[in-house]
């Protein structure tokens, strides 16, 4: 059975301060990957792991003091996803910014996408309580 997480009770955070009116939170992680075959094969018979990197995009309703106050700082972000009792918290380490745009359409409110680089990911995911017991 899948985890649903819901947009209404989850959170996010920049270096522990709250982010207001975040719209979205998308994130990938990259690993660089490279087959090894053996001599005169053509089967795959291991694979090598190299780099690996992490980019993330906060959408937030017009804009966020908290974000444009990083610009040119290493932070943190934290996401915690949350859907009743489960929750997963996902935490972004040594930060960068990469890009800020802005957008707003007729009718309708700003929307400021800042885009991310980090270290690493980590996803922590917690079960619920009450379904422990």
Known sequence: MPTVFAAN??????????VEGVRAIEYRRLQSRQNVY???????????????????????AS?????????????????????????????????????KNFQMGTGGHGEAVYSFSAARVREELAAAAAGAA
């Open 9 to 18: 009770e989850s959170s996010v955070m920049v270096n522990g301060q709250p």
């Open 63 to 99: 804009t966020s003091a908290g974000l444009d106050g990083v610009a040119d700082v290493q932070f943190q972000v934290t996401a915690q996803l949350k859907q009743g009792g489960t929750s997963m918290t996902v935490t972004f380490d040594e930060c960068f910014m990469l890009e």
């Open 38 to 60: 053996a001599l005169g094969s053509a089967e795959r018979i291991g694979m090598v792991s190299g780099p690996m990197s992490v980019e993330g995009r906060l959408t937030v």
